[in-house]
């Protein structure tokens, strides 16, 4: 178990409900019961649940390089087909989870050609991407200045350390308090971004090991 907020008897059900969903809704799909005006909607539900099973399976423990094989069946098809700069959390999550399971530079090259036609001007999301653009401004500056000071900073480790304690979950996190719902749709709180730019800036991050959030054996995976 990776993470301490919830059972595995908890993870176990979370996963074997939404793969239910997923069934059923591919099942609509292939069957030809879904209105055409329909279909794309549906095959983001798809996708959106199985990165929902994806992040549940790494709170509940699984083995990453699983994961990594299951996060690449879903990835090219959302750069190509789900992208859309409007939803910024999506986006931060997918481009951070590409940077933590190594994708392909194929596909690196991919996200670059997408964010660059559809006009993508945000320092983060660049910077995820390798490009470096240090004049660019941050769309939500707010909640993630931060991870650009961390680039100019010494005490880059302990300035994350602080994010992580102090600023990433709060009551404006999207999924806040999903924890306490009586539905099943928590599948953790981890701060993937502050694991990718960890990851990008090499830091030597072992006092980030135990901090709640932190996703240190992605980070680590083929370390």
């Known amino acids: 178990m990776r993470d301490c907020i919830k059972s595995e008897k908890y993870f176990d059900e979370f996963i074997a409900e939404d793969t239910a969903r997923i069934l059923k809704l591919t ?21 959106r649940i199985n990165l929902g099973i994806i ?3 790494y709170s509940k423990g699984d083995n990453i390089a699983c994961l990594r094989s299951d996060f690449m069946e879903i990835y090219e098809e959302w750069i ?34 997408k964010l660059k036609e559809k006009e993508v001007k945000d320092w983060l999301l660049l910077f995820l991407m390798g490009e ?40 404006e996190y999207e999924c ?11 599948y953790g709180y981890w701060s993937f971004e502050a694991g990718a730019i960890a990851k990008i800036l090499n830091l030597d991050d072992s006092n980030l090991k135990n901090v709640q959030y932190y996703p240190y054996d992605l980070v680590h995976y083929k370390k």
Not at 82 to 111: C, D, G, H, R, W
Request: aromatic content about 12%; overall charge positive; proline content about 6%.
């Open 176 to 186: 806040y308090e999903a924890h306490k719902s009586s539905q099943n749709i928590y």
């Open 55 to 57: 992040i549940a399976r």
């Open 80 to 113: 190509m087909s789900f992208f859309s700069p409007v939803a910024y959390n999506e986006n931060l999550k997918m481009l951070s989870l590409a940077v933590l399971f190594e994708i392909e530079q194929k596909l690196i090259t991919l996200t670059k050609r």
């Open 132 to 171: 470096k653009q240090p004049n660019l401004p941050l769309l939500f500056p707010d909640r993630f200045q931060i991870m650009k000071e961390l680039v100019k900073e010494r005490d880059k480790s302990d300035l994350l350390e602080k994010y992580l304690k102090e600023d990433w979950y709060n009551k």
């Open 27 to 47: 099942k609509k799909v292939n069957g030809g019961e879904v209105r055409p005006e329909r279909l794309v909607p549906v095959k983001q539900g798809i996708f």
